[in-house]
């Protein structure tokens, strides 16, 4: 399992998607909140707050982790090595976490730079040091958990096709209908209720730096159902 998740991290990190990938993130993200003027630009809002960073983040992701994890298993079939890793003693569910893990790890570096922007405003801030930690934290906690679901239907997506582009546009799809989707079927039939099943109502309430068992269940939830549909996606391929 560690040996799977080694190769791949290799492999991602070593190609040209890899490179482009984390060097978008952190142009994209940098000229949107620091450069060009705006709503997003930090600077602007006079305010000394991440918020639009984890506003502007789960978008950017919304793309970038389809386009991460879309390789996973779509290579795997498609250069033949599927059926070299089946025949290794490794089960089913060991293969998918090896995978779910290292592309978990590569969108988690994505957001490792982001800490230059927590330094930046707390230096930017007068008095300096004046930032709310507490809330930062809440919102890094719900920004993980928000990348975790879409690396597990990532995942799930590059399970059931051998075609990298089909397994990114269904990533893609799964991911936005998940996250912003069924706040809009919310909206439209004005209840109350069917948005507390998408990501974005449950990734907003974290991000308030309000921790509620209810919304850690939930991310389990969603992690827990795409993992499993992965194995037996490969299941039945086996």
């Known amino acids: 399992m560690f040996g799977i998740i080694i190769k791949d991290l290799n492999s ?3 190609s040209i998607i890899g490179f482009v990938v984390l ?21 602007e809002s ?5 918020y639009n960073y984890f506003l502007f983040a789960p978008w950017i992701f919304i793309f970038l982790i389809p386009s991460i994890s879309m390789s996973s298993l779509s290579e795997e079939y498609s250069n033949e090595t599927f ?4 025949t290794k003693p490794i089960s089913s569910s060991h293969l998918i976490l090896a995978k779910y893990f290292s592309c978990l790890i590569i969108s988690v570096l994505m957001i490792i730079p982001s800490i230059f922007y927590i330094i930046s405003l707390y230096f930017l801030t007068d008095p300096i040091g004046n930032i709310d930690i507490i809330s930062i934290f809440g919102s890094y906690l719900g920004l993980l958990l928000l990348t975790s679901s879409y690396v597990s239907i990532g995942i799930f997506s590059s399970s059931i096709t ?12 799964i991911c936005f209908l998940l996250f912003i ?17 998408g990501i974005k109502y449950h990734y907003d309430s974290i991000s308030r730096g309000v921790i509620d068992s209810r919304d850690l269940i939930y991310f389990f939830c969603v992690n827990y159902l795409f993992i499993s549909l992965s194995i ?7």
């Open 232 to 238: 037996i996606s490969i299941d039945y391929k086996k």
């Open 83 to 86: 059926e070299i890793l089946s």
């Open 46 to 50: 006079g305010i000394s707050s991440m």
């Open 162 to 173: 051998k075609y990298q582009i089909i397994s990114f546009l269904i990533a893609l799809f």
């Open 181 to 197: 989707g069924i706040e809009l079927l919310s909206t439209t039939f004005y209840s109350t209720n069917i948005h507390k099943f």
């Open 12 to 14: 991602f990190l070593n």
């Open 23 to 43: 060097i978008f993130n952190v142009i994209l993200s940098g000229i949107f909140l620091w450069v060009l003027p705006g709503n997003f630009n930090i600077i």
